[in-house]
């Protein structure tokens, strides 16, 4: 076998309690995740020494040195396997660069995955699974798909019943937000108001809603903590959640550290009708369709 591909999906948190700041630089969370149908593409190919390039949607916004978490995490995968392997990872973009749906998470798992099949090295899903949480917090999800709860870091994860689909309609930015740049204004914020940072706990009403598909309540439930941040480094996120509630989603929430602001539909037809008033309203710089949970990376 000279070449595997691997398709992995992009995320929406459907909560994302932050609580205090740890001595480790990092958050305790509670961290809903959802997988929904926007995907990247990784292309690894047999080769000697260690290479990336990306093509598609803002790729000139993703780094192609040893920055790049897909390469991190082949350079990582080979390092744990204890052999000099070497490939070419191609990257085709569709999920928002620097967005908050995890899309470098997703090609470090893609990547993991891919270069496991290429290599041969018949790892266990545990065994990426540990590889995976050094290269990034959300990168475990993006191994595992479908819906799950994630607390530490958001790395220790416990997959949740979803009954059905539902519907999502994202309203992407210019530009990205760094996510350690948005975590440090949420503390920043904090600081500044005073106010007590309780443990995070997950909403009760929110997995229940999850089990039943009860696209209403869902709605009603979604939560994130990061989002008056992202509001406060991008303000112009106001008017995008604004026009989202105004056209009648079920919920708005800015997606993870944002900029990409998500909208829940009652149905497929009614995210389709939603777009598209989003879209007339000029409120973003793309707007675009997909369904969830969906299954993590699979080999295509
Ligand atoms: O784990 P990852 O490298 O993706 O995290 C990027 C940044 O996000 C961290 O450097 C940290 O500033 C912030 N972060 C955090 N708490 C978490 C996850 C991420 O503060 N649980």
């Known amino acids: 076998m000279n070449s595997v591909t691997v398709r992995v999906p992009a995320k929406v948190n459907l909560q994302l309690a932050v609580g205090p700041l740890r001595d480790d630089g990092y958050h305790d969370l509670v961290n809903v995740f959802h997988a929904v149908s926007i995907f990247d593409e990784v292309t690894a190919t047999a080769e000697t020494g260690m290479s990336v390039r990306v093509e598609g949607e803002s790729a000139d916004q993703v780094p192609e040195d040893g920055d790049n978490l897909a390469i ?45 099949e290429l290599w041969g090295l018949g790892l266990p899903r545990e065994d990426l699974m540990e590889i995976a949480a050094d290269i990034g917090s959300d990168v475990p999800f993006a191994l595992l798909g479908g819906t799950a709860i994630g607390t530490g870091r958001g790395e220790r994860l416990t997959s949740l019943d979803v009954a059905g689909t539902f519907h999502w309609v994202f309203a992407l930015a210019d530009g990205g937000l760094s996510t350690a740049a948005v975590y440090a204004e949420c503390d920043r914020l904090r600081q500044a108001s005073g106010e007590l940072v309780a443990w995070p706990q997950a909403a009760g009403a929110l997995l229940a809603a999850l089990r039943e598909g009860d696209a209403e309540a869902l709605g009603a439930q979604l939560g994130n903590d990061l989002q008056p941040a992202a509001v406060a480094l991008r303000g112009s996120l106001a008017h995008t959640l604004d026009a989202g509630r105004k056209q009648g989603a079920l919920g708005s929430l800015v997606s993870g550290s944002g900029p990409t602001c998500a909208f829940l539909a009652r149905s497929a037809a009614h995210a389709g009708e939603l777009a598209a008033g989003l879209k007339d309203a000029g409120v973003a710089r793309d707007v675009i369709t997909a369904h969830g949970p969906v299954p993590g990376p699979a080999v295509v």
């Open 72 to 116: 991190r995490a082949a350079i990582a995968l080979a390092g744990h396997a204890g052999r000099p392997y070497g490939v070419n990872l191609l990257i085709r973009k569709s999920i928002p660069v620097a967005g908050g749906m995890a899309g470098g998470s997703a090609d470090a798992a893609a990547a993991l995955v891919a270069c496991n």
